[in-house]
Structures are given as structure tokens and as C-alpha cells.
């Protein structure tokens, strides 16, 4: 026996012209594809409304997110990057709020953040490390060589 390959779109394409064919009942076809009555509704007015088109997964993010930052206040710390490459994102929220105190500026966290979404943000300096002042002499008795260690 071979196996018959279907996709999803051809069974829900399949399920939507013997809906509009109006042979039988909607409960009796969704029983029949193993879908729910709501599903079925859902799918013949994305038909309906975009064609066959409609019948394909919409995607499932946000359209909009509630707590994004506002796009002029981006802007407006781009551009602060930008005119003072040396500033990090602490310096630049604080001389923002200091200029425009009206406007809820997000932290200095998320400025940093915005700012290496944009590429404005380069490797940090590495830190100044001590050099070591051994090698030690090999010590001939007990006592005969000291050493100090100074904790800064």
C-alpha cells in the first residue's frame, strides 16, 4: 500500500471546499478532519477574506511590544553616541536627562543595550595587570628568602 503524503495547506485547502460545498454540516466536517468547530469557522473566514493565502500560519509574535522604547528617544541617544564616541551609556543618559527632564529616558542598561543594537559599542579596554616580579631565588635554608604580598 503506498503511503499518500498530504500538507497541512492541502488539508485545510480540502476542508474548506467541502465546507463551501455545503454537503455537510460543519460539526460533521470538523469531526471528520479532527479539528475543533471554532478552527473550522476560523479557517473558512480567512478564506473568505484572503483566499487561499489566509490558510497559512500566521506568525505568533507581538505586532507591537508594550514596553519598547520609544523611536525619537533611540534616536536622540544615537545620535548622542555619535556626536561623542568616547561617552559611554551612563554619561549619555545622564546628559540627557539633564537636557530634557520632561521625557521618561529608559536606564543605563537599556541605552547600552540600543546602543550595541546599532553597532556603537566597541570592546572594552583591557585593564592594567601587574606585571609578576619573580622568578625567585631558589632558597639554600630556612628564612633565606622573603617575599611580600601587597593587596591593593
Request: charged share 25%; proline share 7%; aromatic share 8%.
Amino acid at each position: 500500500m503506498v503511503w499518500r503524503e498530504t500538507g497541512i495547506m492541502d488539508g485545510r485547502l480540502r476542508f474548506v471546499v467541502e465546507c463551501l460545498a455545503g454537503d455537510e454540516t460543519m460539526t460533521q466536517l470538523c469531526a471528520a478532519y479532527g479539528i475543533s468547530r471554532k478552527i473550522g469557522y476560523k479557517w473558512l473566514g480567512r478564506y473568505r477574506e484572503f483566499g487561499p493565502e489566509g490558510l497559512h500560519d500566521r506568525p505568533r509574535a507581538p505586532l507591537n511590544h508594550g514596553r519598547a522604547t520609544a523611536v525619537d528617544l533611540v534616536e536622540r541617544i544615537v545620535a548622542a553616541k555619535e556626536a561623542h564616541p568616547l561617552w559611554g551609556p551612563k554619561k549619555i543618559m545622564a546628559r540627557l536627562k539633564r537636557t530634557a527632564p520632561e521625557l521618561l529616558w529608559p536606564s543605563a542598561s537599556t541605552a547600552g543595550v540600543i546602543l550595541a543594537r546599532h553597532g556603537l559599542v566597541g570592546r572594552r579596554r583591557a585593564r592594567w595587570k601587574a606585571a609578576g616580579n619573580g622568578p625567585w631565588p631558589q632558597a639554600e635554608e630556612p628564612n633565606a628568602v622573603w617575599t611580600g604580598d601587597h593587596k591593593g
